[in-house]
């Protein structure tokens, strides 16, 4: 009703497309309730943002249209070169740029403060890795939701390495084993697979500062569904202490522009040369492979993974990114012209369409880093994955793949990419090997196969009227235009 319509909710993500990507999703998810919503980001993610804000007027889902406001980015007080305005066109191993985009957010506190006075929203949705924002909105009485784009098993297993400090006594790099204390399930994992923090300070002072401002927040937003993790629903809200909204999966809300793809009519977000190729192949039989937003494969990794993936039966679409220079260089002898001109493969340079290429019905099978936007939508699709972590909290949403939903198979990593660390090479071999558990229609490929769709059907459920996601923002929503009336901010 009116009610709804009046209330007005501001989404601020941090600038990386694994954080803006379900943040703006969420603006949408909301707007097509009927809430008035605001996103706050800088000029140089304007555009992309812009971009799927208008998808979604086109395709008449929302009942609102989605503001966008800018605040410009300090690059230069930041000490960062200008148009660096994404976490994405940062160098990855760059630890010292990583610390100062961070750090460059932290300058945007007063400008932000004018958005909120000027805007006065009824509540902020802003992301985790923006902690300084809960003092500006706690300063102006706004309400501060924090938007986590992982796991509620991460968080929960996260919470259980601070609470028992379960990394401290092993040396970091270490094989040895690891049970994390506490959790509803046993969860091994090895010491290798975290971080180093004493290789890098300034981030445990970071993540310490996430929880804290997490734990002053009016609650959290998370990503996922109920039925997918309720274990864990459950041990986030009683035992981590913390409100949460479960909303998700976000990315169902562009399910219009997946069916139009399906349909073969004209899309957006489409890419027709990947769905006419996708279209020749039999249902359930190709392996897609892509590894975010963020990691660059190094070229003898890039080479392995061409061996395994011409070595296994199944065709491939393969996505990398960044790779300069001749092809020849990074991809075996004659590869291209033999595999991918065969039609067993196609090679993605830059950016994919991951959501129409895993709701394809020939995609059988996932090649992820396990970040968890890749793992959500993967499960979303009911397409089963092949597990290779590479660092974050990618190792746990891992482990909630294979050891707890068991829809995927571990590729085998052990070892969290540190800044300047060499990492092993996983061999071709290994790569098919995996990507054959998967893929070769066994019993235990079917089993996962199974319950990949069982859990798609579930997420699907969840998100419409009736489901459980559906009655979490229902719920947000009208505690939020409570609040409002009481406190009268009008
Ligand atoms: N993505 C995409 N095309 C690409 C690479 C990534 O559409 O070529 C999208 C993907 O669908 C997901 C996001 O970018 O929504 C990546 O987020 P994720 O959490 O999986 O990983 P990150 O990039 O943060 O490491």
């Given at each position: 009703g009116s009610a709804t319509r009046d209330l007005h909710i501001l989404f601020f993500p941090f600038s990386a497309p694994g954080h803006i990507i379900p943040i703006v999703d969420l603006a949408k998810l909301f707007a097509s309730r009927g809430v008035k919503t605001s996103i706050l980001t800088t000029p140089g993610n304007a555009p992309s943002i812009q971009l799927s804000i208008d998808q979604a007027?086109?395709?008449?889902?929302?009942?609102?249209?989605?503001?966008?406001?800018?605040?410009?980015?300090?690059?230069?007080?930041?000490?960062?070169?200008?148009?660096?305005?994404?976490?994405?066109?940062?160098?990855?191993?760059?630890?010292?740029?990583?610390?100062?985009?961070?750090?460059?957010?932290?300058?945007?506190?007063?400008?932000?403060?004018?958005?909120?006075?000027?805007?006065?929203?009824?509540?902020?949705?802003?992301?985790?890795?923006?902690?300084?924002?809960?003092?500006?909105?706690?300063?102006?009485?706004?309400?501060?939701?924090?938007?986590?784009?992982?796991s509620l098993f991460s968080l929960c297993a996260s919470h259980s390495i601070d609470r028992f400090k379960v990394l401290e006594s092993v040396p970091p790099g270490s094989a040895q084993s690891l049970v994390l204390p506490g959790l509803p399930h046993r969860i091994e994992m090895q010491r290798s697979q975290f971080r180093d923090s004493s290789k890098m300070p300034g981030f445990t002072v970071f993540f310490d500062r996430i929880r804290i401002s997490e734990e002053r927040s009016y609650g959290v937003v998370a990503n996922s569904y109920y039925e997918l993790e309720p274990d864990y629903a459950e041990h986030y809200r009683k035992v981590v202490g913390r409100r949460v909204w479960n909303v998700g999966p976000v990315s169902l809300c562009n399910r219009n522009e997946i069916e139009k793809s399906r349909r073969g009519d004209e899309t957006s977000i489409g890419c027709s040369q990947c769905l006419s190729w996708l279209n020749t192949k039999k249902p359930g039989s190709v392996v897609y492979i892509c590894f975010g937003s963020m990691y660059k494969l190094p070229i003898a990794q890039i080479r392995e993974i061409a061996l395994g993936l011409e070595a296994s039966d199944a065709p491939f679409i393969l996505v990398?990114?960044?790779?300069?220079?001749?092809?020849?260089?990074?991809?075996?002898?004659?590869?291209?012209?033999?595999?991918?001109?065969?039609?067993?493969?196609?090679?993605?340079?830059?950016?994919?369409?991951?959501?129409?290429?895993?709701?394809?019905?020939?995609?059988?099978?996932?090649?992820?880093?396990?970040?968890?936007?890749?793992?959500?939508?993967?499960?979303?699709?009911?397409?089963?994955?092949?597990?290779?972590?590479?660092?974050?909290?990618?190792?746990?949403?891992?482990?909630?793949?294979?050891?707890?939903?068991?829809?995927?198979?571990?590729v085998g990593v052990k070892e969290y990419v540190d800044i300047g660390a060499e990492r092993r090479v996983v061999a071709g071999e290994e790569i098919r090997r995996a990507v054959g558990r998967v893929m070769d229609g066994g019993e235990e490929a079917e089993e996962m196969r199974r319950r990949a769709r069982e859990l798609a059907e579930m997420g699907r459920r969840a998100v419409e009227e009736g489901g459980s996601s559906y009655a979490d923002a229902g719920e947000l929503i009208q505690e939020l235009i409570g609040r409002r009336k009481t406190t009268g901010t009008e």
């Open positions: 007027n086109d395709s008449s889902t929302l009942r609102h249209p989605i503001a966008l406001y800018l605040l410009p980015f300090p690059s230069a007080e930041a000490g960062l070169p200008t148009g660096c305005e994404n976490a994405s066109s940062l160098t990855f191993a760059n630890l010292d740029m990583r610390a100062k985009f961070v750090g460059a957010f932290e300058l945007l506190r007063q400008p932000f403060a004018r958005v909120l006075r000027e805007l006065l929203p009824n509540a902020v949705v802003t992301d985790s890795f923006l902690p300084w924002t809960q003092d500006v909105a706690a300063e102006l009485d706004v309400p501060r939701l924090v938007f986590h784009g992982t990398v990114r960044d790779v300069r220079g001749n092809d020849s260089d990074w991809l075996p002898e004659g590869f291209e012209e033999e595999v991918v001109g065969r039609g067993k493969g196609l090679i993605i340079r830059g950016w994919a369409p991951q959501l129409l290429i895993l709701n394809h019905e020939a995609v059988g099978g996932f090649v992820t880093h396990c970040g968890w936007n890749s793992c959500l939508e993967g499960v979303s699709a009911g397409v089963p994955m092949i597990t290779w972590p590479m660092f974050a909290e990618q190792f746990l949403n891992e482990r909630l793949i294979v050891d707890v939903l068991k829809v995927g198979v571990g």
